[in-house]
């Protein structure tokens, strides 16, 4: 996946079972980021950055997603546990994380594993990917993102 091509599109279930299409939110700044596992260390500080930095991705009108291959029931637990505001969709299928070439090999601890590699996307409100994410260090993401944002718009 390269930037400056159109965003695959998808229908996902979120957290509370409501279906989001991409299409849905067509004419608007998007920030879909993928990552591997539900309440797991890196991956609870990204969302946490996420939440906190909410209301200035909506003050920029950017609808924030997240995405993995967990179910709605485990984003349900994860989204209450640490009161995210925004929604967690649910891909056990598999079919967007290969439709964003972010599901396939990785190293966890030494070892290679087949899983989500965590990326993230900013799609613009012509369906484009403007910016891709291949190096996120959890606790600055959110805010790299914000400012990359800031700029683009």
Known sequence: MVSHQRAPLFNLLDQNGKNHSFMDYRGKWVLLYFYSKDDMPGYTTEACGMRDLFPDFSRLNVIVLGVSVDSVESHRKFTDKYHLSFPLLSDEKKEVVKQYWVW???????????????TSFIINPDGIIIKIYTHVKPEQHAQEVLMDLESLQ
């Open 104 to 118: 396939g090999e990785k190293n966890v601890m030494g070892k290679k594993v087949i899983g989500t590699i965590r």
